[in-house]
């Protein structure tokens, strides 16, 4: 018998078939919660930390109390791993403010509503890494505080549904004036005139955890790191790259129909990855 994949709800684990939340959870009501997705190797995890901290900031940033410290979720992290099949997972956790009859203004203190569940790590295809991923652009519909990693991505599912019907992997998220600014589930870098180019985290784009460690592998590489508004048009643009806890780094050769650059994973991009991947191993190695 394959073993049951188990949730935490609020105060204990169940079967994830028996999990469930009430109807009138704000989370279902109004999208009014924050979530993550931690990357775990073998038991040894990729910057929880830095996670759990970006849930604190964004509960903090919709006013909603974390219900567990972050020692305690780092417990419970770790036992969710470990009541699950998984050798590499992905660990989804969810913070809502929870159960109230609906309406907009809640006036009373309520408990947020805490969910973890654990899924097995998808990782881009030996093809795809190959080839390199591709993508379209959209002008930005979501929200004006993409900073918050906040559940509302209708605006994300609808880029994704986009970039599934064009048979590509990604939509890249223009602002007003054509700078790229990040991907629905993605950051995304470019490579101009040799200098890893990204957006600067402001309310336009997440600050990803993946981010943070593919600017600290390029400088370690001798890659100088700029973060600035860039668009897809720019002279000396060579190479394109997204980030992600479940892509690490993947290279993006097409964009829009059109090639980038040569049209295949170019050497920053790969020595960022393969120094990345270096640091996984590392981390599944010694945990
Ligand atoms: N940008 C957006 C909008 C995202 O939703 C995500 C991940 O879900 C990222 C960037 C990448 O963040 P991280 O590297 O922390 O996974």
Redesign the pocket.
Known sequence: MTQPLMAYVNNGFVPLDEACIHIEDRGFQFADGVYE?VACFGGAYLDLMP?LQ?LQRSCEAIAIDLPKSLVELQALVQQAYEKNPFEDAMVYIQVTRGVAPRAHVVNHAMTPTLVITVRELPKPSDEKLQTGAKAITMQDIRWKH?EI?SIALLA?VMGKQEAVKQGVDETFWLDEQGHVL??????VFAIINGVLTTHPLDHQ??G????TMAMDVAKLAGITTEERPWKLNEKGLTECMM????NAILPICHIDGKAVGAGKPGQHTLNIRTMMLEKIDALRAHG
């Open positions: 997705v996670h970006r993409c990693k994300s990040e991907g629905c589930a993605t950051n784009v997440l990803g955890i993946t981010r980030s992600s806890t479940t």
